[in-house]
């Protein structure tokens, strides 16, 4: 008898509707608090680039545009990198872009770096945490499924507590110790992402279907039997 392999050699259970899922659900709870308090607070941290950088609010704001563009269009390329390395993957590399975009925009010298390293990367790097997560909430959950996501969006209402924060270290440190701060509060993504354990439901093996592809596979067919000449001229199976 063959080993089995790949998903076959896990263990398969059905939606746990809770225990660990609640972590993921606290992991995207969090997300939700620092990616959309950083969007939400940016017309804070504009003024202070526009200072910084003697730029026109129009320069500016391209910044933060960009970056709620990217967050959102981003999200096919994110569930692409959720199928091919995994949700925790996926998530862990997220937190990584964010914190790199933030690192280099606290350096920037010059407003159009800040169209990519705060704009493009880390707007891109919210597109993977969020999706990364919401996937795995929907394979932990099905009954309570509308509670788990209910509680995870709302982290989206604790982001003005976010805004008399930056303002304080806008007043500190200036615009780039602000960002630089902020880059130390989202590497706490990188370790949280770990914490975003993959699951493997039996319905998916049920199915026949691959846990990261998401594609039907093939039964496997019987062997056709063929007929084959013997070297005495008769037939053989």
Known sequence: ?????????????????????????????????????????????????????????????WIGSIMSCVRLTAGPFAAIFCAKI???????????????????????????????????????????????????????????LTTACAISRSGTGLTFALAPFLQYLLNEYGSQGAILILCGLTLHLIPLG??????YLKQDAAEGRDWRQGQQKKPDLPEEKTDRVTAGGSLQE
Do not use: C, H
């Open 86 to 144: 995994g949700e925790k993957q996926t998530g862990i590399l997220g937190g990584a872009m964010v914190s790199i975009g933030l690192f280099l925009s606290s350096y920037s010298e010059k407003i159009s770096y800040l169209y990519f390293s705060l704009g493009l990367l880390s707007g891109a790097g919210f597109a993977f945490l969020s999706q990364a997560a919401a996937l795995n909430t929907t394979r932990y959950f099905r009954r309570k």
């Open 194 to 199: 770990m914490l975003n354990r993959p699951i």
């Open 1 to 61: 008898m063959s080993r089995p392999n790949g998903a076959q050699s896990r263990k398969l259970v059905d939606p746990p509707e809770g225990g660990w899922g609640w972590i993921i659900v606290f992991y995207l709870f969090m997300i939700n608090v620092l990616a959309m308090g950083i969007l939400k607070s940016f017309g804070f941290l504009s003024i202070a680039l526009q200072e910084t950088f003697e730029a026109s609010m129009e320069q500016i704001s």
